[in-house]
């Protein structure tokens, strides 16, 4: 079966930083080069919204304006697993972190969850003023 695991998660200060993980297993993943990974957030009482992408292709990455300069997304494909790197953390960050990921996914799908298939369970990432 296709899994996706976050991990990294934690409470931390304003100002402070912390690195998500994403480790994707299972024979889906077998080929995971040809997936399209993306960070997603939602918060209490807010819909799930997009963070950061990665392609599948060439490596490109996407951010949501609120990150840039922020936040960074990577891949390490033969680890099957994709990153998070958060700095200058706000309160505003404060979030249950969404791992998903989709096969031969169009840049232009990236930003919309309901593309993605697969995805984590979460990780619940706390900010304090």
């Known amino acids: 079966q296709a899994q996706l695991v976050e991990s990294g998660g934690g409470l931390v200060q304003a100002g402070d930083s912390l690195r998500l993980s994403c480790a994707a297993s299972?024979?889906?993943?077998?080929?995971?080069?040809?997936?399209?990974m993306a960070w997603f957030r939602q918060a209490p009482g807010k819909e799930r919204e997009f963070v950061a992408a990665?392609?599948?292709?060439?490596?490109?990455?996407y951010y949501a304006d609120f990150v840039k300069g922020r936040f960074t997304i990577s891949r390490d494909n033969a680890k099957n697993t994709v990153y998070l790197q958060m700095n200058s953390l706000e309160p505003g960050d404060t979030a249950v972190y969404y791992c998903?990921?989709?096969?031969?996914?169009?840049?232009?799908?990236?930003?919309?969850?309901?593309?993605?298939?697969?995805w984590g369970q979460g990780t619940q990432v706390t900010v304090s003023s």
């Open positions: 998903a990921a989709e096969r031969f996914l169009l840049h232009r799908s990236y930003y919309e969850a309901n593309e993605y298939g697969y």
């Open positions: 299972g024979r889906t993943f077998s080929t995971f080069s040809n997936y399209a």
């Open positions: 990665v392609a599948w292709i060439g490596d490109s990455t």
